[in-house]
């Protein structure tokens, strides 16, 4: 698949940065239909974990990175095999959150996820050192998603200065074939830009997976 890699990169900051820390590496943009599949409504966990996966992929130093990124399916009857889900799972419709990503990334990748837990969107702002520390020991990408905000995304970045605290956001609901955008397109659409806190939506719970690697190939990142 033609997919695009680091979707992130020539976006302008979202003010002047007084603290600035963006992922390490490099990944691929996983999307929905990229590999064929209408996902459309359902696969937005599957694809934020992807994305991980190919980070994580072009991040092994040890001939790891010649695994390839797991497809839905796989993903499906790796958690089935888990004994996480039940085997009517495979082939369904149904959608994974943070919890199934951690258990695949141990699974796939051999590396943790630890979870976060954010009683509220607004609560995201205590998080902010959590993510920074992440990203500045060379972490990568951070899948996100809530209760009401059920829209799993990754992020990539923390911003901060006097227009207050944003989070670089990689949104994997544009559907398409691999091949089918570019970046500026991408950009322009709002699949990859910086949000301010309150995008996040204040109602709603969110649950944080930080891949425990680091860019530079072994255990780490402090998230």
């Known amino acids: 698949m033609q997919l695009l890699s680091d979707v992130h990169v020539g976006l302008a900051l979202p003010g002047p940065p007084a603290r600035l820390a963006l992922l390490s590496g490099s990944y691929r943009y996983y999307h929905y239909g990229c590999d064929g599949v209408d996902d459309r409504g359902w696969g937005c966990g599957y694809r934020t974990l992807q994305t991980i996966c190919s980070w994580l992929a072009e ?4 001939g790891m990175g010649a695994r390839p990124v797991p497809s839905l399916r796989e993903i499906q009857q790796a958690l089935v095999e888990m004994g996480d889900k039940p085997p009517s799972f495979s082939g369904s419709r149904e959608w994974i959150g943070t919890v199934e990503a951690a258990l695949c990334l141990d699974h796939f990748c051999s590396v943790p996820g630890r979870l976060v837990h954010v009683r509220q969107g607004s609560d ?3 998080e902010l ?4 520390a992440h990203f500045q020991g060379g972490g990568g ?3 996100v998603g809530g209760d009401r905000d059920h829209s799993a995304k990754a992020l990539l ?13 990689l949104d994997p609901h544009y559907y398409g074939a691999a091949g089918s955008l570019t970046r500026d ?5 709002g699949w990859a830009c910086w949000r301010e806190l309150g995008f996040f939506a204040g109602g709603s719970f969110y649950n944080l997976c930080f891949p425990q690697a680091s860019a530079r190939g072994h255990p780490g990142g402090d998230g």
């Open 59 to 62: 991040a092994a130093p040890d």
């Open 124 to 126: 995201l702002v205590k």
């Open 129 to 132: 050192e959590a993510l920074c």
């Open 141 to 143: 990408p951070v899948m």
């Open 157 to 169: 970045g923390v911003c901060s200065g006097p227009k207050g605290a944003h989070l670089l956001v």
């Open 185 to 189: 397109k991408l950009q322009e659409g």
